[in-house]
């Protein structure tokens, strides 16, 4: 259904390019208008926080029973004195975050967040988690609002490999990609080393600085509102 609409619309917007593929949908003169999922401030930057000894990952957004890995990230921090997850948001796993939170010093539950609150817990981690397992196919066309507030944020993204995220990371070397599930995190976290996590988050900042700063201004105010208004003296010219 989604994609019959999308073919048939006047006009079609998508988070991502990838979406072309998923919906079938045409290029050229009539394809759709690409509107990034960019966050429409930019709340800026700031240091990462000093490294004590303790890796501070944070999550922010729905707590999903299934395919985002919220169980491996709980059970990674349960299982090391070196991890601290901070975790925020609401979902089916809810409860069952809360209740790992109560049981493990290593993991701190702040409940469901505005998006303003939540961006500003994200600033005080070292790396920001964000899983798309491909158990759900959409996810080899996500598009997700950390993958942007990871850039704005100047934070390294731990992400699925395989996945457009996964992809984006390696290739700006503004996080990591990783496999799925419990072992391939503490791979990762034996290989990771404080000037990895700098130069994740220095790359992910410059490359917002350099495409994403002025994104809302250009995009959502100028393209998107020039194709309204052609759509616009059409529909009066009709």
Avoid at 55 to 70: K, S, W
Avoid at 75 to 88: G, K, N, P, V, W
Avoid at 200 to 206: C, L, Q, V
Wanted: hydrophobic share 35%; proline share 4%.
């Amino acid at each position: 259904m989604e994609s019959y609409l999308a073919r048939e619309a006047h006009l079609c917007i998508i988070a991502a390019e990838e979406r072309v593929e998923q919906h079938r949908l045409q290029k050229g003169a009539n394809a759709p208008l690409i509107l990034e999922n960019v966050p429409l401030e930019d709340l800026g930057a700031e240091e990462i926080p000093e490294y004590s000894g303790t890796l501070h990952i944070g999550y922010f957004g729905v707590l999903e029973r299934r395919h985002r890995g919220i169980e491996d990230l709980v059970a990674f921090a349960s299982s090391r004195a070196d991890i601290h997850l901070h975790i925020a948001g609401y979902g089916a796993r809810e409860q069952e975050v809360r209740l790992a939170a109560s049981r493990s010093g290593n993991i701190t539950y702040y409940g469901p967040m505005q998006w303003a609150e939540g961006v500003a817990l994200m600033r005080q981690v070292h790396v920001i988690g964000g899983f798309y397992y491909l158990s759900n196919p959409n996810h080899a066309y996500a598009a997700p609002n950390k993958y942007y507030e990871h850039l704005m944020l100047g934070r390294g993204l731990l992400t699925t490999r395989g996945t457009p995220p996964g992809q984006r990371v390696e290739r700006h070397g503004s996080g990591w990609a990783i496999e799925e599930g419990l072992d391939p995190l503490n791979r990762w976290i034996a290989e990771l080393h404080l000037s990895d996590m700098r130069r994740a988050g220095m790359n992910a900042r410059a490359l917002w600085e350099t495409r994403y700063r002025d994104y809302f201004q250009e995009h959502y105010v100028g393209r998107y509102g020039r194709h309204i208004s052609q759509y616009s003296r059409s529909l009066e010219n009709a």
